[in-house]
């Protein structure tokens, strides 16, 4: 685990002009969006607006059919799938709604699953993985499997194993989706502070306009489109 000291304002990742097409319907229209080092951007918009598709394109999980994707001195759209594949596994980290474990492994495993699959030892993969863990408050929980553990402590986990690898960038699509309200705070937060612990910086689609009003910025799509100045975060 480090400390992230990145400036606040560096823009880690754009997307410039992005537009995708599904069959005749255009999920994204052309937006422009950038992730900041060390934010906490969260995505909103109405159901169908683009947001899983923005999320997906950025993460470099779907190819832009228009627009570029900047990470670094990288252009994301341009990669090759395996490419992509691996720019994901090292740079990228994944939350979904429900946390995607793996029912048979423990938590500690889950966690630790990734960086073994990147070639790190299954011993600096297994303390990794404990110390994240820890880190969330699941100390103690280490050997339980994903189906003994609450909700809340699932998303934990997988934030744990979004985090172990260190990536630059977090995305969250609804993390706090299957959650009750109080839960899905506590999740959001320690997302947030886990972020902060490394200086990674977080994109999070939302439908939740509490949970996106306490991130470091909203922006707001609409049909495909950055709503710019819209006002994401009111009512
Ligand atoms: N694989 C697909 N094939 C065809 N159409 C798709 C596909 N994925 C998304 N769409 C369409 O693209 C549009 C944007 O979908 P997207 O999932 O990005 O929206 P969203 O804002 O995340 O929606 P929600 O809030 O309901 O999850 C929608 O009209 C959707 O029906």
């Known amino acids: 685990m480090q400390q992230g000291h990145i400036p606040a304002s560096r823009t880690v990742l754009a997307g410039h002009g992005l537009a995708k097409q599904y069959g005749e319907h255009w999920a994204l229209g ?34 832009p059919d228009r627009g570029e994707v900047v990470f670094g001195a990288r252009r994301v759209d341009q990669l090759s799938e395996t490419k992509r594949s691996e720019l994901r596994r090292h740079e990228f980290g994944f939350v979904f709604q429900q946390g995607m474990l ?7 495993e889950n966690v630790a699953l990734p960086l073994l699959l990147g070639g790190t030892d299954r011993r600096t993969a297994t303390g990794t993985a404990r110390e994240w863990l820890a880190a969330l ?39 706090t989706g299957a959650l009750d309200t109080r839960t899905g705070e506590a999740t959001m ?13 977080v994109v999070v689609v939302t439908h939740d306009r509490e949970l996106a009003a306490r991130c470091s910025r909203v922006v707001e799509i609409r049909d495909g489109l950055i709503a710019t100045g819209a006002p994401a975060v009111a009512g």
């Open 189 to 201: 937060r320690a997302l947030a502070d886990s972020a902060s612990r490394t200086g990674a910086a």
């Open 30 to 63: 052309g937006a422009d969006i950038e992730v900041r080092a060390g934010e906490v951007l969260a995505i909103v918009g109405p159901s169908g607006s683009g947001k899983t598709t923005m999320l997906h394109v950025l993460a470099g999980i779907l190819r």
């Open 102 to 108: 793996v029912g048979e492994l423990t938590a500690e």
């Open 137 to 175: 408050g699941l100390g103690g929980m280490e050997q339980r499997l994903p189906g003994q553990l609450s909700g809340g402590q699932a998303q934990r986990v997988a934030i744990a194993r979004a985090m172990a690898h260190d990536p630059k960038v977090i995305f969250a699509d609804e993390p």
